[in-house]
């Protein structure tokens, strides 16, 4: 797949700021976007998550949040064998049923880039064709405390050997100091660093690490700032700090990227990432992102989970309605 | 297929097992009442749910009697914390049936499920656990030492809120050491029936709560009644008036919580998500047959563009259909009357030029129902700014600043609620300063809390309903002189078992034993 170019995304940067994405024209334009209720955002998200989701719908929901999901493994840990049987997991997620979906795409660090890529073979390829992508984590993940040039590398890394997806951290600190400018530039720099040698370019994906902007106007500055940037993508989390992805964040993002698409015509996609473990909490999302950003976000271009042990759950769920029993953990496999 | 397209989760009614026929709950038992019972039915489909009793001159009378009989003998003389026990014990039966009663509740009004479920019936237990704790704390009441009762109270509700307007009117009732005549209204008294039951269970002596059903001359019956001290009424502005007529010069005291026109104001810097919420919340809860309904959106006019653009999308989203299905966010009109009502004033409203837009919504064949509909260009001389519509219909009109905001939300006869939605604290404190309405909600609306009074301004009634200012409604000071001679009845030092107080408790039982086994 390939994102939007980078020329376009400047120059729309540019038009929608009316002025050079500096902190002081950047501060003005997040700034002037009408605040977030807190109380109000949650009793919204709150209120989604009491729809009653049954019958023939969850059976459509649970297919689509396999098809949706980036298998992650982000560990010390990982090693090619790890690496190798996550990638068998996502081909063939249940080996007892031959209609599973295929997930959207595995999720791992630069390094492991060449095993998933390797061990996928024919199955590697855009989602839309039911083929899986590898995403890789870049630019100093998880904390970004690193100088751009590293971070370049790392992006330019992973993209040579095959990463069809970059999930990049922002830098907080900066935010948080309200350098804005910088955190755009590293941004737009990255994006940069996303293009291969024949033109076309890694979709970008940007953590904003929910988690340690705190509060929801800066989850909403933090979306538009990343969005005129040129991300693909907004993701909640790394996974690495608590809280990750909640059902309030994930709803604040996806009305950004709703407001986006109204303003600009551009869909751009939403991953909320850690903590989604079961299938009830997962269907709670794409009812979110139905009712906010609309059912056509519920593709893998425009929304993902980041997970890992939610697909186990969504399998059982899947084999309880296909055969009115429930099994147990020894019924689907471990990857 | 499309995922919006969400299945049908309808909730069960089996859990419900009601009766054919539902008489008068008079003296701790039913009985039949001498007026022509009336059909009660689900504006949903139209289908009959269960015939009613409907309770002449005499049952009225009867029902009196048997409150004075028990507010003489039994209740006046039990001390506080023997009537809060009992009122701790109805808010707990409450909350075990609640799901029977949020069915019974949808059913009858046709109400969605999630609003019964998630919010009617945990208020009603939350009202009787807030006057439980009332009950021996009466001195603090703020009316000085051992307030009195007043003595029987009639109590006349509507159908926009069935059961949770008969906890409003009933709980702080007994708390105070009253006893209750309650009249249901014609169309919802479903629920109050089955509260009933809920009494017998609660083996409530006879006759400290009596439910009598029937129709607007029951209610007048009641009201006008020389053995009521006490009238207590929530529903229309020109019922309200002639309650007010028809006992003035009595010493009955009076509260009356009527009709409204809420403005909801949004300031320019307000969290525009979150005030779309709260604009749909204040007008499409309960198919906009709320009292205090911010049914008039006032809407600062450099936004208004983008609110009315983003409002109709949002309104595009509702679920409108059947009340039981757990994803329906607008059930039926309650009532053919008031849907007709609905559709003259918004006629009204197209035809003084403003500009009419409803959700696309499929109507349902049978029933009632109306779609969310939002009227724009709408002036502050047009009808529809002016009266209350009790409807899923919004006004929307603009203004330019805070000062003429104010002005305008105050312009109406009404002055129940209020909203105000900025992100400016200061603004809110200023604002809300000068509204001459009961309750101002900022950056939320259509949120209630038992310690928290309701009431209007002018043609919106007078008293307060809930929190401790909602007792004084139901209490008077004690004679001067005996405030500090007497003991207080409402103590612990009169405390006796409840058992003892008088030997009705006994025929409440059996009533409850002979219903337990039908559970």
């Known amino acids: 797949m390939s994102g939007t170019s980078l020329v376009t995304a400047r120059e729309r940067a540019l038009a929608v700021l009316g002025g050079e994405p500096d902190d002081a024209t950047l501060r003005r334009y997040l700034h002037g976007i009408a605040g977030v209720d807190a109380v109000g955002l949650e009793q919204r998200a709150a209120a989604l998550g009491t729809r009653s989701i049954k019958t023939t719908s969850k059976r459509w929901a649970l297919d689509r949040i396999i098809s949706l999901i980036d298998l992650t493994t982000l560990e010390g840990a990982d090693t090619p064998g790890k690496v190798r049987s996550l990638v068998a997991k996502a081909v063939n997620p249940d080996p007892a049923d031959a209609t599973t979906p295929r997930v959207a795409a595995v999720c791992v660090y630069g390094d492991m880039v060449p095993y998933a890529v390797d061990a996928l073979g024919g199955a590697h390829g855009d989602p839309d064709d039911g083929l899986i992508s590898v995403a890789a984590v870049a630019t100093a993940f998880p904390s970004g405390r690193s100088s751009l040039e590293i971070k370049l590398a790392d992006t330019a890394e992973a993209v040579e050997a095959g990463a069809d997806e970059i999930d990049m951290v922002i830098d907080r600190g900066a935010f948080l100091a309200g350098r804005y400018g910088q955190v755009f530039d590293q941004i737009a720099a990255v994006k940069e660093a996303c293009r291969r040698p024949d033109g076309t370019s890694a979709s970008l994906k940007v953590i904003l690490e929910t988690g340690e902007l705190v509060t929801y106007d800066n989850v909403r500055r933090a979306s538009w700032l990343s969005i005129l940037a040129g991300g693909d993508f907004i993701k909640t989390s790394t996974g690495k700090v608590q809280p990750a992805a909640t059902l309030p964040v994930t709803l604040l993002m996806l009305e950004v990227v709703r407001d986006w698409h109204l303003m600009t015509g551009q869909r751009i996609g939403v991953k909320p990432a850690g903590g989604i473990r079961a299938s009830k909490d997962a269907i709670k999302y794409l009812v979110t992102v139905a009712e906010t950003a609309g059912e056509e976000w519920l593709q893998p271009h425009l929304f993902r989970f980041g997970a890992s042990s939610l697909l186990n759950d969504v399998l059982l769920q899947r084999q309880k309605m296909t055969t009115g029993h429930y099994s147990g953990p020894d019924y689907v496999t471990i990857d | ?519």
Request: glycine residues 10%.
């Open chain 2, 1 to 519: 297929m499309s995922f919006l397209e969400y299945a049908p989760a309808p909730e069960s009614r089996a859990i419900l097992s009601l009766r054919d026929h539902y008489g008068l709950f008079i003296d701790g038992e039913f009985v039949d009442g001498r007026g022509t019972p009336f059909q009660t039915i689900s504006p949903a489909t139209e289908e009959r749910i269960a015939e009613i009793a409907n309770a002449n001159e005499a049952d009225v009378a009867d029902a009196v009697a048997a409150a004075r009989r028990a507010y003489d003998r039994t209740w006046s003389r039990m001390s506080g914390r023997d009537r809060g026990k009992y009122l701790f014990r109805i808010a707990r039966l409450v909350q075990e049936r609640a799901r029977e009663l949020a069915v019974a509740e949808s059913l009858d009004n046709g109400k969605p499920i999630k609003e019964s479920r998630d919010v009617d019936v945990p208020l009603v237990a939350a009202w009787f656990f807030y006057y439980a704790g009332w009950a021996d704390k009466l001195d603090h009441a703020g009316l000085g030492a051992n307030p009195r009762a007043l003595g029987v109270a009639a109590q006349v509700i509507p159908w926009n809120f069935p059961l949770l307007m008969l906890a409003w009117k009933i709980a702080p009732a007994l708390a105070a050491g009253n006893t209750v005549v309650l009249k249901p209204a014609e169309t919802t008294p479903l629920s109050a029936l089955i509260f009933a039951e809920i009494l017998q269970q609660a083996e409530l002596p006879p006759g400290v709560v009596n439910i009598i059903t029937g129709a607007g001359d029951t209610g007048a019956a009641l009201v006008s009644h020389e053995g009521v001290d006490k009238v207590a009424f929530t529903g229309s502005t020109a019922v309200g008036r002639a309650i007010a007529k028809q006992v003035a010069g009595t010493d009955k005291k009076v509260t009356l919580e009527l009709g409204g026109k809420a403005a909801n104001i949004v300031f320019d810097d307000a969290p525009i998500d979150q005030a779309i919420e709260g604009i749909v919340n204040g007008i499409f809860f309960n198919q906009g047959h709320v009292c205090c309904a911010g049914s008039r959106l006032l809407v600062q006019e450099n936004i208004h563009d983008e609110v009315v653009e983003r409002l109709k999308l949002r309104l595009s989203t509702l679920r409108l259909g059947d009340p039981l299905d757990k994803n329906t966010d607008i059930g039926a009109i309650n009532s053919r009357e008031q849907l007709e009502r609905i559709r003259e004033l918004s006629d009204v409203g197209v035809a003084e030029g403003a500009e009419r837009w409803s959700a696309p919504c499929e109507i349902p064949e049978n029933g009632f129902w109306y779609a969310p509909t939002i009227f724009t260009n709408v002036q502050t001389s047009s009808r529809i700014a002016r009266e209350e519509i009790f409807g899923p219909v919004l006004s929307v009109l603009t203004f330019r600043t805070p000062g003429e905001a104010i002005a305008k939300a105050n312009n109406t006869p009404y002055g129940l609620s209020a909203g105000i939605w900025t992100d400016k604290g200061s603004r809110i404190l200023a604002v809300a300063d000068q509204l001459r309405a009961g309750v101002v909600w900022a950056n939320t609306f259509n949120r209630f809390d038992p310690s928290s009074p309701f009431g209007g301004y002018k043609e919106s009634g007078y008293g307060r309903e809930g929190g401790r200012h909602g007792l004084a409604a139901y209490l008077s000071p004690a004679p001067i002189g005996q405030a500090a001679t007497r003991p207080s009845l409402a103590g612990p030092a009169t405390t006796k078992p409840i058992e003892s107080a008088d030997a009705a408790p006994k025929r409440a039982r059996r009533a409850a034993t002979t219903k337990g086994s039908k559970r």
